[in-house]
């Protein structure tokens, strides 16, 4: 059964270095943080290369593609749902929901991709379905 999620968000914590990724958000794109001086992308938002520790960091547009490293699925509340860790195919790993999917189907390793969803009041927050 494929299970629409209904439950309201709380709006994301927008901080200086988070501002430019819910911008970007706002108008459907799925941006990350990739270091110019190493070439690495990284996950959450940081002025700094966790890497190389380079201030060269830029936004740029993600492929919205991953796949499930580990997800769980919590079932105990009014109206289940499923948290992951997604690797995305930049590199980094992202803690979200997996939405939109039958949860008894989930898999590590399956493909999911990017799809924003409205928050109260806020900006919308990535998450991802089985593709
Ligand atoms: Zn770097």
């Known amino acids: 059964m494929t299970r629409e999620m209904t439950r ?6 927008e901080t200086a270095e988070s501002k430019a990724f819910f911008d970007a958000a706002r108008d459907g ?5 990739v270091c110019a001086a190493c ?3 990284h996950w959450y938002p940081r002025a700094i290369c ?5 201030d060269r960091v830029e936004w740029r547009e993600a492929s919205g ?3 499930i490293y580990t ?3 919590m079932r105990r509340v009014k109206e289940p749902y499923a948290i992951a860790h997604v690797t995305l195919a930049e590199g980094p790993t992202m803690l979200t929901n997996v939405v939109d ?3 008894d189907t989930l898999a590590i390793g399956a ?4 799809t924003f969803r409205e928050t109260e009041n806020g900006p919308p927050v990535p998450m991802f379905k089985p593709v």
């Open 8 to 13: 309201k968000l709380t709006p994301p914590m």
């Open 29 to 33: 794109k799925f941006m990350v943080p």
């Open 111 to 114: 493909p999911v991709r990017v």
């Open 65 to 67: 593609n991953g796949t």
């Open 50 to 54: 966790p890497f190389c520790a380079s």
């Open 39 to 41: 070439g690495k992308a």
């Open 71 to 73: 997800f769980s699925v």
């Open 101 to 103: 999917c039958d949860f």
